[in-house]
């Protein structure tokens, strides 16, 4: 949702076809403004999986887009597939997303989610295939001038065995953004770590998450829970949290649901 909330940024991870779409004062979706493939591969250079099993095997044969995050006058969307984060220029008066660049990660890394500071300029960015989470400093000098404005400054490993079969998916920041959260699916657990003060990474904990493949967790909005949802396992697993800690610890609390995907606490 645009900062103004009236528009959204619609994205089919499949294809990497982004869509804008009005939104009304009530909330509701009107038409789409704009859509296209997000993309920078030429053709012949890239091709379309076809099916799920093709798509485990070839994560990064074509385009995968994941979110997109809103920041200043620009918008990033992450692309798997593509191993880079695009930079758009977010047209106010059209509600229209112009192509700024797009910012190349590491070699294999896939960036996936991303998580941005409340209040430095820095924001966090999850890379599925190398599980590893990229700290990044956001540059909003000179706005007219055409630039990456995310710059990587620091990686940080979610796992003791980075070599281990595992994918990270969410990831998120405490309340307070103090500390940051990464699930490990094949690892199953939780990354925790420590945000310094100039927005830089120091792991400090990772804790089983009770359960298979935690594709999504959220946060209380009081800070002193987490439930984590494994997919594989088909459970939500309920976790207090020490707030001036940020480590966490199992309550035996679990809740039977078929494959859960997403939590969000209102």
Same mark, same amino acid.
């Given at each position: 949702? #645009?900062?103004?909330k009236?528009?959204?940024?619609?994205?089919?991870?499949?294809?990497?076809?982004? @869509?804008?779409?009005?939104?009304?004062?009530?909330?509701?979706?009107g038409?789409?403004?704009?859509?296209?493939?997000?993309?920078?591969?030429?053709?012949?250079e890239?091709?379309?999986?076809?099916y799920?099993?093709?798509?485990?095997e070839?994560?990064?044969?074509?385009?995968h887009?994941h979110c997109?995050h809103?920041?200043?006058?620009?918008v990033?969307?992450p692309?798997?597939?593509e191993?880079?984060?695009?930079?758009?220029?977010?047209?106010t008066?059209n509600?229209?997303?112009?192509?700024?660049?797009?910012?190349?990660?590491e070699?294999?890394?896939?960036?996936?989610?991303?998580?941005?500071?409340?209040?430095l300029?820095?924001?966090?960015?999850?890379?599925?295939?190398?599980n590893?989470?990229?700290?990044?400093r956001?540059?909003?000098?000179?706005?007219?001038?055409?630039?990456?404005?995310?710059?990587?400054i620091?990686?940080e490993?979610?796992?003791e065995?980075?070599?281990?079969?595992?994918?990270v998916?969410?990831?998120?920041?405490?309340p307070?953004?103090?500390?940051?959260?990464v699930?490990?699916?094949?690892?199953? #657990?939780l990354?925790?770590?420590?945000?310094l003060?100039?927005?830089?990474?120091?792991?400090?904990?990772?804790?089983?998450?009770?359960g298979k493949?935690?594709r999504?967790?959220?946060?209380?909005?009081?800070?002193?829970?987490?439930?984590?949802?494994?997919? @594989?396992?088909?459970?939500?697993?309920?976790f207090s949290r020490d707030?001036?800690?940020g480590?966490?610890?199992a309550?035996?609390?679990?809740?039977?649901?078929?494959?859960?995907?997403?939590?969000?606490?209102l």
């Open positions: 949702m #645009s900062p103004e009236d528009m959204a940024i619609v994205i089919n991870y499949w294809d990497a076809i982004i @869509d804008i779409v009005d939104v009304d004062a009530s909330g509701v979706l038409e789409i403004r704009q859509s296209f493939k997000q993309l920078y591969r030429k053709e012949g890239w091709r379309q999986v076809e799920r099993e093709d798509h485990w070839n994560r990064q044969v074509g385009p887009a997109a809103f920041w200043e006058n620009w990033f969307i692309d798997l597939g191993n880079a984060i695009f930079q758009y220029h977010y047209d008066k509600k229209k997303l112009v192509p700024d660049t797009h910012i190349k990660f070699a294999g890394s896939g960036p996936r989610h991303m998580a941005m500071h409340p209040t300029d820095i924001c966090y960015v999850s890379n599925e295939l190398f590893t989470v990229c700290v990044a956001l540059d909003k000098s000179d706005p007219q001038q055409s630039k990456e404005r995310l710059v990587p620091q990686y490993s979610t796992l065995n980075r070599e281990q079969i595992s994918y998916s969410e990831i998120k920041l405490s307070d953004a103090r500390f940051l959260y699930s490990n699916r094949g690892d199953n #657990s990354a925790i770590f420590k945000v003060q100039d927005g830089q990474l120091e792991r400090v904990d990772i804790v089983p998450t009770g493949f935690p999504h967790f959220a946060l209380t909005p009081c800070g002193r829970a987490v439930l984590v949802a494994n997919q @594989d396992s088909s459970n939500l697993t309920l707030v001036s800690t480590l966490i610890k309550t035996n609390t679990t809740y039977e649901i078929p494959a859960p995907n997403y939590i969000r606490f």
